[in-house]
């Protein structure tokens, strides 16, 4: 079985629930930087990074070649799954 590729974008905000289902901004957030992901990567948004401060380690901001399409520019950024002693 040949390896699977995920990839993944995370924003934090505040949305609206109704019967279940999400919607609103923050999920549009989401898509637009996990789109912006290549396969195996993790991307975040400033609002993430932040939230989490010192807790893990990030990257720098992507390159601006994947800068998301938004209303104010923003760029993701790499997220790596390993906590900070």
């Known amino acids: 079985m040949a390896p699977v ?3 993944m974008g995370m924003h934090y905000g505040n949305d609206k629930s109704e019967g279940g ?3 609103g901004r923050t999920l549009v957030v989401a898509a ?3 789109n912006a992901a290549l396969g195996g990567e993790i991307l975040v948004s ?4 932040e939230g989490l401060g010192s807790a893990f380690l990030f990257e720098g901001a992507v ?3 994947r800068r998301l399409r938004h209303k104010s520019p923003m760029s993701p950024y ?3 799954l390993c906590t900070v002693e």
């Open 21 to 23: 289902d999400f919607f």
């Open 63 to 65: 390159t601006t070649q």
């Open 46 to 49: 400033q609002a993430v990074q």
């Open 78 to 80: 790499r997220f790596t």
């Open 5 to 7: 590729s995920v990839r």
């Open 32 to 34: 637009r930087i996990a």
